[in-house]
């Protein structure tokens, strides 16, 4: 096992016949970043070590069909609590990404081939977890010609096939430069797309070098156009030196693009070669962000400390098909 963050316990990932941990550094990009210090946790974010029967059933499915999920490669801090309700947030086109951004743990490098029969391992352990809602998002896969998006639309379609009653979230990359990417992915009609913005323009760049902010933009408000009756989604991270003002304007950025949920959640440094924290915001600074959301129209917010994409996905689906129907 390994520690993360000094409060949460996370079992180390495993090869795919788990029985032993994978080889090589997972951050190859980062080892020439000069350290910096990991601030100490305050009191409002703690989270309790996966341990139950549930978690250890779920991750028993997980392995069983072969399956990557963000909750392990990303070290979220609520693997625990979600594992333990069997929601596990399946990771479709490998456990390597293309890309290299600055705040992300899932490994970088070169990616493996797809595999053809993901689409039906993911259907089988949605089926049987019995999921009423799954999130399904990926690695970056740059290397493919549409960037993964048949695949994803593969697995949807499949997915959908042996559980008809799930309703199906995809978090996808901004397929950049993949001309009809998006297209392929909103054919299979997606229950909720969403795409994170991660952080304010100013720090494009820096945390997210490979993306382009209007780009990712542009990429939710055709999701939109492309399939009205969905939803879309969009994520914030905060604590990594953008001002309460940009995140307002990143606000109104996805009004304008019809988007209807937003999430905001803090930062947490992986390691001491990632981008460093710029400070912890307090739950009363993410209740003000809330609210401001909320009064710019969004139909769904959830923003605190812990909050990531997939966090109470299902509990939220209902409510975000609830302020639909209100406002209808």
């Known amino acids: 096992m390994r520690y993360i963050w000094g409060m949460v316990t996370v079992i180390d990932k495993l090869s795919p016949d788990s029985r032993a941990p994978e080889a090589g550094p997972r951050h190859p990009e980062k080892a020439h970043r000069p350290d910096t210090a990991i601030p100490r946790k305050p009191d409002w974010i703690r989270v309790k070590a996966p341990v139950s029967r549930e978690y250890a059933a779920t991750r028993e499915v997980v392995r069983a069909n072969k399956l990557h999920t963000?909750?392990?490669?990303?070290?979220?801090?609520?693997?625990?609590?979600?594992?333990?309700?069997?929601?596990?947030?399946?990771?479709?086109?490998?456990?390597?990404?293309?890309?290299?951004?600055?705040?992300?743990?899932?490994?970088?490098?070169?990616?493996?081939?797809?595999?053809?029969?993901?689409?039906?391992?993911?259907?089988?352990?949605?089926?049987?977890?019995?999921?009423?809602?799954?999130?399904?998002?990926?690695?970056?896969?740059?290397d493919l010609a549409d960037g993964g998006a048949r695949h994803f639309a593969d697995v949807i379609t499949t997915t959908r096939s042996l559980s008809p009653n799930t309703s199906i979230e995809v978090l996808t990359p901004d397929f950049l430069?993949?001309?009809?990417?998006?297209?392929?992915?909103?054919?299979?009609?997606?229950?909720?797309?969403?795409?994170?913005?991660?952080?304010?323009?100013?720090?494009?760049?820096?945390?997210?070098?490979?993306?382009?902010?209007?780009?990712?933009?542009?990429?939710?408000?055709?999701?939109?156009?492309?399939?009205?009756?969905?939803?879309?989604?969009?994520?914030?991270?905060v604590g990594l030196g953008e001002t309460r003002e940009e995140i307002m304007q990143v606000m109104d950025d996805l009004r304008a693009a019809n988007v209807d949920f937003l999430t905001i959640g803090q930062y947490l440094q992986p390691t001491r070669k990632h981008a460093a924290l710029d400070r912890f915001w307090?739950?009363?600074?993410?209740?003000?962000?809330?609210?401001?959301?909320?009064?710019?129209?969004?139909?769904?917010?959830?923003?605190?400390?812990?909050?990531?994409s997939s966090y109470h996905a299902d509990s939220d689906f209902a409510q975000l098909k609830a302020a639909r129907a209100s406002r209808s």
């Open 177 to 237: 430069r993949k001309d009809g990417a998006i297209e392929v992915v909103m054919q299979a009609r997606p229950d909720v797309f969403n795409h994170n913005l991660e952080t304010v323009p100013r720090l494009y760049l820096k945390i997210r070098p490979g993306a382009r902010y209007f780009a990712s933009l542009r990429l939710l408000e055709r999701a939109k156009e492309l399939y009205p009756e969905g939803f879309t989604k969009s994520g914030l991270m």
């Open 70 to 142: 963000v909750c392990e490669e990303a070290a979220c801090p609520n693997i625990g609590e979600c594992w333990t309700k069997a929601h596990a947030t399946m990771m479709i086109m490998g456990d390597t990404c293309t890309r290299a951004c600055a705040f992300c743990n899932v490994k970088t490098g070169l990616p493996a081939a797809l595999d053809a029969d993901e689409p039906a391992n993911v259907a089988n352990a949605v089926k049987t977890l019995g999921l009423k809602h799954v999130v399904i998002t990926s690695v970056d896969r740059d």
């Open 282 to 308: 307090t739950p009363e600074e993410f209740a003000g962000l809330e609210a401001i959301a909320r009064a710019k129209g969004f139909a769904m917010v959830s923003a605190s400390p812990l909050t990531r």
